[in-house]
């Protein structure tokens, strides 16, 4: 099984080509991306300032690892705690799940976060810790104020499904208002993009602040990446 803190301690490691190291960051959001891969991808790039030219800054690749693994650190222990949980429900001969279910475990068409897998430019600011945070006192019965996933407390954004209205935070575009019909709907990106874009950080300038000409000059066509 591959191992997070395996592919961890590569990306910390700088005897390693910077591609081997870019590599094992995405190996690590693989198999922990609270936002989705390509939504927590845009977030590190953005937090961590990966630049489109990873030899200008290779601590920006253990800057990014950080983050996630802290965040990773703090889902360990909430999910451990709810299995543990889980098995002592189920000893005392209650096997049916509660609603909601942990936010690790929801699927990701029929959650509120749906924006996030549709258009990766639309998930919370916040730091991923902060985030999980967040997740884990909403699962412990906490009553924050705000958007479950990022706390903005501006107003709802209105979108017309063609038959109904779901109203979105402003800020991430969580489904605070689903559509009457009960059904989930596409969420349009409100900026084009495409992926290879994202993925060799043509959003970002080489000194770590974003790039002001994207989307204008986003790559065409389809790729890995480097």
């Not at 209650?94 to 929801?106: E, Q, S």
């Not at 990701?108 to 919370?124: G, M």
């Amino acid at each position: 099984m591959t191992s997070f803190l395996t592919h961890r301690a590569h990306v910390h490691d700088a005897r390693l080509p910077i591609r081997r190291r870019h590599s094992a960051l995405r190996t690590c959001i693989t198999l922990f991306a609270p936002y989705g891969f390509r939504a927590t991808y845009h977030h590190l790039t953005l937090s961590a300032a990966i630049p489109p030219r990873l030899e200008a800054d290779p601590d920006a690749l253990v800057r990014a690892v950080e983050e996630l693994h802290e965040a990773r650190v703090l889902w360990l222990a909430r999910a451990e705690e709810y299995a543990a949980q889980r098995r002592a429900e189920k000893r005392a001969g209650r096997r049916a799940v509660v609603n909601p279910r942990p936010w690790w475990l929801r699927r990701w068409w029929e959650d509120p976060n749906r924006a996030w897998y549709e258009d990766p430019l639309r998930h919370p600011s916040l730091r991923l810790p902060e985030y999980v945070r967040r997740q884990n006192a909403i699962l412990d019965g906490a009553d924050l104020p705000g958007c479950p996933a990022c706390g903005d407390e501006g107003p709802l954004v209105a979108n017309s499904t063609g038959h109904g209205w779901v109203e979105l935070c402003r800020g991430c575009a969580w489904v605070l208002t689903p559509c009457p019909c009960g059904q989930r709907h596409p969420f349009v990106p409100e900026t084009p993009f495409k992926w290879k874009g994202i993925w060799e950080r043509a959003h970002m300038s080489d000194d770590g602040m974003p790039n002001p000409h994207w989307p204008a000059d986003q790559p065409v066509g389809r790729g890995k990446g480097a």
